[in-house]
């Protein structure tokens, strides 16, 4: 199985900031990678699909770059509703699998 | 509007059975991939099975392989999950997605499944 490993695990930010999350995969698995966010007691939404591009819908403060093993999700002037645990997800292969997920905290 | 909405999550003795449904409107049904995601209490998200359009190929994570079934009912937009052998480690909110393939794109709510004497 491919393991996800998202760094850091969490994260404390401010409103205004840009902040990275990053992912890395324990084999390439090319462009096949999304980004979920989900906030307590709700469902996921995804952001990102193919590493790079946005569900529609999603502002383009988020983005999302990276090919093979390590990719990258950012997050341009926080506001209070971005605070919430980003997951990044591989689809290259069977099982497909979800990284461990990052929360975002406000300082 | 667009919406899934899970249903037959509950309370079920360890060794018991669940059939969790999953009711889609909004959108063609029969044209998307559907998957099962689930997450245990305070816990991460993890993928538990999907199908794709016309019903012919799923795939399954390892531990629930040959006790879940995923199955669809494109004449009635609908997706089901037969669980079987339930363990307490199944314990977990288990959401339904579509998308245009294996990632999700469209979430239900949720349905809780507790597997506990």
């Known amino acids: 199985d491919i393991q996800m490993t998202q760094s850091p695990s969490s994260l404390s930010a401010s409103v205004g900031d840009r902040v990275t999350i990053t992912c890395r995969a324990s084999?390439?698995?090319?462009?096949?990678l999304a980004w979920f966010q989900q906030k307590p007691g709700k469902a996921p939404k995804s952001l990102i699909f193919?590493?790079?591009t946005l569900q529609s819908g999603v502002p383009s403060k988020f983005s999302g770059s990276g090919s093979g093993t390590d990719f990258t999700l950012t997050i341009s002037s926080l506001q209070p509703e971005d605070f919430a645990t980003y997951y990044c997800?591989?689809?290259?292969?069977?099982?497909?699998?979800f990284g461990q997920g990052t929360r975002l905290e406000i300082k | 509007e667009v919406q899934l909405v899970e249903s037959g999550g509950g309370l079920v003795q360890p060794g018991g059975s669940l059939r969790l449904s999953c009711a889609a409107s909004?959108?063609?049904?029969?044209?998307?991939?559907m998957t099962w995601v689930r997450q245990a209490p305070g816990k991460g998200l993890e993928w538990v099975a999907n199908v794709k359009q016309e019903g012919s190929e799923r795939q399954y994570v390892d531990s629930v392989k040959g006790r879940f079934t995923i199955s669809r009912d494109n004449a009635r937009s609908s997706l089901h999950l037969q669980m079987n052998a339930l363990r307490a480690e199944d314990t977990a909110v288990y959401y339904c997605?579509?998308?245009?393939?294996?990632?999700?794109?469209?979430w239900g709510q949720g349905t809780m499944v507790t597997v506990s004497s």
């Open positions: 997800q591989q689809y290259n292969s069977y099982p497909i699998t």
């Open positions: 193919g590493a790079s």
């Open positions: 084999q390439g698995i090319s462009n096949y």
């Open positions: 997605a579509s998308g245009g393939g294996p990632v999700p794109h469209i």
């Open positions: 909004g959108f063609t049904f029969s044209s998307y991939w």
